[in-house]
């Protein structure tokens, strides 16, 4: 009892600030030990040095002021991808031992995607890809995961050199991947290496959604565009990002949107490559079978007629994973079938994506096809991500009610070329516009030197 009364005595005797510089160091040492395990996909390596002093960068301001112990739940942890070689030996198996179909009985991909394609993709994907090369790429970059309302969310986090850059936070979609935004990066981190002045910098957040890439697969029903927005906010602020620009495509595009409805005093504005914009009046035009209605302009017509066709003759994938995801074990159990599924997304990337695989490269290569392909298959990821659909109770391409600031750069191959007539009935505070010429549904992965210069010019006046 009387060591522990001088115990006492002397804490007491301790100045406040002592006490605050020793708790921090405390944390400070706590965190080193918790980077010791890091996590991985497949073998766990020893963490870097560089890794070590990001982490700690990502302690919560005011953990490093009170010097309080990081929560489990808020914890940020480096990690790194590093797959087994028998993963990629199983893989090239299964490739080869694939039992293909007959072929299709027409000359183009009306019936879907074409024999040839698929066979070519699958020789080069067992004979000559190299998933290592992209493995080393991601590693390359600091990656994180952090615990957001029970789902453990991977997201790769990297800081402009230049002074005040912007937070922007990119989201993918699907069949895309984080694979689809790795070209934006150092044009967006480095404008000054690729035109761009030092005050077009942006700090960059790119996460993989729940059930996609390395983000963990939800055990519960619920996690759909508005929970996902939610924890894309919860994750902006854990990386002491107070106010934060936003890009989407395809399901990055309600994400976004839900986004800035959910927190518009924190998200300046946002950027869409697909927006949600589609009047009524086209929806129901379409719906009903008859005639388009009179007095569209000739953006407009043309904006009717690529909805029209993707939605009677191209939706065919979105309709069985929003009624029915779990049936899709085959795109889980073979590679071909999980390839062929990401293939038949829409019919201008598919063809672009045939004319790579007969040896025309254009945006795209078959690595980068491959890249995010394989992704998809190492991670066992082709039903978790197909039940997005599922759980999605948003109206596909309709008005959301965004009120923040909205750019919106319109690719002539994506599903449809938005005209800036619906932009602006759309979004009331259209800040940008611009109908590009060359482009489709993957604007950021085919075109990223346009894409960077999109977001370059759609923030410009926001920061």
Do not use: C
Not at 229 to 249: H, I, P, Q
Not at 270 to 282: D, K, R, S, T
């Amino acid at each position: 009892m009387k060591s522990l009364e001088i115990a006492n005595s002397f804490m007491s005797s301790l100045s406040p600030k002592f006490m605050r510089n020793l708790a921090a160091l405390i944390t400070v040492f706590t965190l080193e030990m918790s980077l010791i395990a890091m996590p991985s996909y497949g073998q766990t390596k020893k963490t870097t040095a560089n890794q070590k002093e990001t982490a700690m960068k990502h302690t919560t301001a005011k953990q490093q002021r009170s010097g309080e112990r990081s929560t489990d739940k808020n914890v940020i942890r480096p990690f790194r991808v590093n797959f087994p070689e028998a993963n990629l030996v199983e893989l090239r198996r299964r490739i080869k031992a694939t039992k293909w179909p007959s072929k299709e009985l027409v000359s183009d991909a009306s019936q879907g995607v074409q024999l040839a394609t698929i066979q070519k993709l699958a020789d080069y994907w067992a004979n000559h890809y190299d998933w290592r090369k992209i493995e080393a790429r991601l590693n390359a970059l600091p990656q994180f995961v952090t615990n957001i309302d029970g789902v453990d969310i991977h997201f790769i986090h990297v800081r402009s050199k230049h002074p005040n850059p912007l937070p922007l936070i990119v989201t993918h979609g699907w069949p895309g991947s984080i694979i689809e935004e790795l070209k934006i990066i150092d044009p967006l981190i480095n404008p000054t290496a690729h035109g761009g002045k030092a005050e077009d910098a942006f700090d960059i957040v790119i996460p993989s959604m729940p059930g996609y890439g390395f983000s963990g697969k939800p055990n519960e029903l619920g996690w759909e565009p508005v929970r996902i927005a939610r924890a894309w906010n919860v994750l902006m602020k854990r990386l002491g990002y107070t106010k934060f620009v936003a890009s989407g495509g395809d399901w990055g595009d309600p994400v976004t949107e839900q986004m800035a409805l959910q927190a518009p005093s924190d998200v300046l504005g946002i950027h869409l490559n697909m927006p949600a914009v589609i009047p009524p009046e086209i929806f129901k035009a379409i719906n009903s079978g008859g005639p388009a209605p009179e007095g569209l302009s000739a953006d407009e017509k043309r904006a009717y007629d690529q909805l029209e066709f993707f939605l009677k003759k191209g939706l065919g994938y979105a309709q069985e994973m929003s009624n029915r995801p779990q049936t899709l074990y085959a795109i889980d159990d073979s590679p071909a079938g999980l390839a062929a599924w990401i293939l038949d997304h829409d019919i201008r990337s598919y063809e672009l994506i045939a004319r790579v695989f007969d040896g025309k490269p254009e945006g795209l290569t078959r690595d980068d096809v491959l890249d995010n392909i394989t992704l998809y298959w190492l991670t066992n990821t082709g039903v978790s991500s197909a039940r997005l659909y599922w759980e999605n109770k948003l109206p596909f391409f309709a008005p959301q009610g965004v009120t923040v600031p909205v750019a919106v750069s319109a690719f002539p191959n994506e599903l449809y070329q938005t005209p800036r007539s619906w932009a602006e009935k759309a979004f009331p505070n259209l800040i940008h516009y611009n109908r590009l010429d060359k482009g489709g549904h993957f604007a950021a992965w085919e075109q990223p030197q346009i894409f960077a210069g999109e977001l370059r010019a759609a923030f410009k006046s926001l920061r």
